[in-house]
Every structure is written in C-alpha cells, then in structure tokens.
C-alpha cells in the first residue's frame, strides 16, 4: 500500500483515548466532498477523518494522485461533450462559465458558491434546460463502471443535492460521468463509450433530513472542538490516528527514533555488495534472453520447470520534447509545473 501523506496539523491537539480534542478556532464548513465521510457512506472517508480535516487537525493530501489529476483535467471537455451530444437537454456551461468564483489553488481556499454557516460547495456546471429551468451538472471521473450500474452512487447523491438545495432548488439535477483508462490518462477524449449522463431526481424532504443530521453532527464535534472517536476496523481511521499520535512524542523519542533509522540505514549498506552481484547476475541473465527472443523472434517461453513464464513485451509511449516546442516558436515553460520535494537523510555528526 501507498503510504500516505498527510498536511501538517493547522492548531495544537490533545488525545483523549480513541478522539482528538483541540480549539476550534481553524474549523472549516462542511463541503460537499466531505458529506458522505460524516455520513458514513464513502468508500475513502469516514467521520472520524473528515472530522480531523474540518479542525485543521489532520487531511491526506492528495492533489498529485492520478484520479484528481485526471478529473481536473477532464471537467471541461467532459462538459463541452455533454453539450453538443444532449443539445435537447439544453446548455451544458462550466461554474465559470456561468460566474461562479475561478478555481484557484488548494480546494480548501475557494470561495463558496453560496452563504450557509456549515456548509460550503463548489458546482462544477449549470445546465439551461430547454424547459426554462436551471440545474446543478456535476462531473465525476471514475475507473470503475460497475459502481454506476445503479445510478448515481450514494456518496456523490449527497453532494448533488446538497448543491441543489443550496443554488437550484430543483427536484432533478444532472451527473456527468467520464471512465478514465490508466493506458491513455494524458490522450483521453470523451467519446459514447466512456462518457455518460445521469439525470438524478432528488427528493426535498430526503435532503432536509440528511442536512439537518450532518449540522447536529457539525454542533455535537466541529463546534466543539472534538472528534468523533476513531474507528479501529476503518484503516484510513487508524492510519490518521496513529500519525497524529506519533506526532505528540517528545524529542527523547524521536531522537531514539534517528538512532533505529541509522542502524538499518547500516544494515542496508552491510548487503549492498551481495545485493549488487545477485542485480548484475540478473541483468546478465535479462540480456542474453531478450537477445535470444529477439534473435528467434520469439515474445515468450515457459521455465524448464514448468513453474514461471517469460514474456517480452513492447510498450510504445510519447513525451513533449521542449526543444521541438521552442523550434515552432511556443516556450514550453508556460505549461510546465513545480513540484516541490523533501529529502530526509541521516549522516554521521561531524566531530
């Protein structure tokens, strides 16, 4: 498993058995991303971390994973498709389009599309309807289909209407959904195939309910200052708790905790020369068999023991080259981006 990254905490904290109590002086609104967290209805959330998120305690940071990259992206071709392919539906127009605030920066920082004391969102889209009436268009990006045989999964239904409740007021509202294939993220283009429309009714009464429990919870934790307890069967649970709690050991720990990383960073060099040759006699081995297939025109074969397959595979991949872009006069320092890297070392304190 990827380890996970968590942001730094915004405030001071304290654990008090499997919850986190702090100030809530830093406490955020609920968005319609972290709705079904507290609901208790979403595949990578629960309260107890969204909670850890809404008092600046603790969040995964998550903006370099592949899926949130490709879904920022995708938005606004996905909308563009939607419009020329439902033009009997009506104008398909992007939260910009139609003037809601730029997205700029972290999702936490942009401003929300309406007031509400707990609540916050951002809409993706409006659809004009050629009925005269305004909906909410949400997009969605996702490599598993199977999760949409039914509908809109619940855990995105709660954010929809939240949105709805708060700008349109509408008993239906609109999904847009685009499949994306981890072979082609940077050459994806919505087509019939990958990319659907899910009109998604919505009942008022439904939504007050679960709006008025998320903003009991919201008093009972948020405004409290406190957490939910933990859950131990939830690992995101555990692996959130456990981080911050790691976090509240005293520098004699930690300093013991440096002396551990030396000694296998020790144990690891100690192997390094038997490591290298079994690498060398791999590499050799790896040689003389891709130069065999390639000889025999041969792709695969199967181990004298019957046990294990070797296969010789061909990918073909594409990259922009910066200097063909300067020949035909584009400075390709427009579209690159920063990325910034920390470096954990230990080394031998000088005398």
């Avoid at 959904?177 to 998604?200: K, Q």
């Avoid at 919505?202 to 957490?227: P, R, S």
Wanted: proline content about 4%; hydrophobic content about 30%.
């Amino acid at each position: 498993m990827t380890q996970r990254i968590y942001n730094p905490p915004e405030c001071a904290y304290i654990l008090e058995g499997m919850h986190i109590r702090t100030d809530k002086s830093v406490a955020k609104k609920v968005s319609g991303t972290a709705l079904a967290g507290i609901l208790s209805c979403s595949p990578w959330s629960s309260p107890f971390q969204v909670a850890c998120n809404l008092l600046g305690l603790c969040s995964e940071d998550i903006g370099n994973k592949p899926a949130v990259k490709f879904g920022q992206k995708y938005e606004g071709p996905i909308i563009k498709y939607l419009g020329k392919t439902y033009p009997e539906i009506g104008a398909f127009i992007s939260a910009e389009g139609v003037g809601f605030e730029k997205r700029e920066g972290d999702h936490d920082s942009w401003v929300s599309d309406f007031e509400d004391d707990t609540f916050a969102g951002h809409v993706d889209g409006i659809v004009f309807g050629v009925d005269g009436e305004t909906y909410i268009l949400e997009i969605k990006t996702s490599a598993n289909i199977q999760s949409w045989e039914d509908g809109v999964p619940e855990y995105y239904r709660t954010q929809v209407m939240l949105y709805n409740h708060f700008i349109t007021k509408k008993d239906k509202a609109y999904v847009g959904l685009g499949i994306r294939n981890r072979d082609y993220i940077d050459s994806w283009t919505p087509n019939e195939e990958n990319t659907f429309l899910f009109p998604m009714e919505i009942d008022q009464k439904e939504c007050e309910d679960m709006l008025a429990k998320v903003k009991a919870w919201y008093g009972e934790y948020i405004l409290k200052g406190v957490t939910p307890d933990y859950d131990p069967t939830i690992q995101g649970d555990v692996d959130m708790f456990n981080h911050l709690s790691n976090l509240t050991d005293d520098m004699g720990d930690i300093s013991e905790l440096v002396d551990q990383y030396h000694d296998l960073d020790e144990q690891e060099k100690a192997h390094d020369s038997e490591i290298a040759e079994i690498r060398k006699q791999k590499d050799d081995l790896k040689v003389r068999l891709k130069d065999w297939f390639d000889c025999h025109g041969v792709n695969g074969i199967d181990s004298a023991s019957g046990e294990y397959h070797a296969e010789l595979s061909i990918r073909t991949s594409k990259k922009i080259d910066p200097e063909l872009l300067r020949v035909d006069g584009i400075d390709p320092e427009k579209y690159m981006t920063t990325t910034t890297t920390k470096t954990f070392t230990v080394k031998k304190k000088k005398e």
